[in-house]
């Protein structure tokens, strides 16, 4: 059975690593990147290389675009937006949830179907099992477009609202930024006094999986808009902040994240939470600071 051709713009790691998941499937590929000495690998490997973006939409019904951001989509379409008529453009390129759904408007006026996705795992990891994409858009074109996206990683549509599958990329986005920083920050500090990277790693992993544990009580709690304090308040969460933001101030480190987490935490015991458990932070995070 002869597969879908895909036409794949955006050439970076991530589009690199779709374009040989493709091929490696069987699938005819047709690229085009800005800068065109990216394709010339793909090109050895068997890819086509389209000369201008016209040609790369006028290739393939199912059109990938791997880009920096929605900025760059419109850098690289917008010229070419005649081409999209009669495309399904399935956009994996991160940006808000808002630029998604004006993303996903702006094509549709050009006659394009359109998917959104958020890819969560590293190009090295595209094409292998456990490896998984948000997607939301038209639940139609999804399934008509499935399995060849499933070449990529696993599949996961979130609803007919172009903006989730960046609603939920961002979420974990924001999770995966703050901890692998704090993680960077812990070793600053154990390095400052001379503790290895390797020596402290065991309790890095632990300081992960412990952070697990606490994940359903969080959704418990702000599910239920309430915030028992019984097994710990805020007021000693702050406190604690605070020390951690003195060790990395004596140990002469930049104090940017623990600062910002210690102010964090004594807005939570100036707005009245402090007798709360730490989750009552929610409510402070729920809108902007003063
Ligand atoms: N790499 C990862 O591990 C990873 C993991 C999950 C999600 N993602 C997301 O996947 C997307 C692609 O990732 P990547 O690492 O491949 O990104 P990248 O290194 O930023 O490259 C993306 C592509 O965007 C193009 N581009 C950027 N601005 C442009 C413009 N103004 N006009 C035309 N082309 C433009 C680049 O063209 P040139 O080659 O000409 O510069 C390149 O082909 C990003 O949204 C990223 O957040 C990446």
């Known amino acids: 059975m002869s597969r879908q051709g895909v036409t794949l713009i955006g050439l970076g790691p991530m589009g690199q690593a779709m374009v040989r998941a493709l091929l490696a499937a069987g699938h005819p590929v047709t690229v085009w990147n800005r800068t065109p000495g990216k394709a010339d690998g793909l090109v050895a490997e068997g890819a086509v290389r389209a000369a201008t973006v016209a040609d790369a939409l006028a290739a393939n019904e199912l059109v990938v675009l791997s880009l920096t951001d929605y900025a760059a989509m419109y850098a690289v379409l917008e010229p070419a937006a005649a081409a999209l008529d009669g495309r399904v453009v399935v956009n994996l390129s991160s940006d808000t949830p808002e630029q998604a759904r004006a993303g996903a408007e702006w094509a549709a006026r050009h006659g394009a179907r359109y998917l959104t996705g958020g890819v969560q795992v590293p190009a090295r990891l595209i094409g292998q099992p456990g490896s998984a994409t948000f997607y939301s858009g038209p639940e139609d074109v999804f399934e008509a477009h499935r399995a060849t996206l499933e070449v990529l990683t696993e599949a996961d549509h979130r609803g007919a609202d172009p ?15 703050t901890t692998m920083t704090a993680h960077l920050q812990a070793q600053a500090l154990v390095g400052a006094h001379g503790v290895t990277a390797a020596e402290y790693l065991p309790y890095a992993v632990q300081a992960a999986e412990t952070a697990a544990y606490f994940l359903p009580g969080i959704a418990k709690d702000v599910e239920a808009g309430r915030y028992p304090g019984d097994e710990g308040t805020l007021a000693m969460c702050a406190a604690s902040a605070e020390h951690a933001l003195h060790a990395a101030r004596d140990a002469g480190l930049d104090t940017t994240v623990p600062a910002a987490l210690a102010a964090l935490f004594g807005r939570g015991v100036a707005e009245g939470h402090g007798a709360e458990s730490f989750t009552s932070l929610v409510e402070v995070l729920r809108k902007p600071a003063a």
């Open 163 to 177: 903006g989730l599958s960046q609603v939920y990329y961002q979420a974990l986005m924001t999770v995966f930024w």
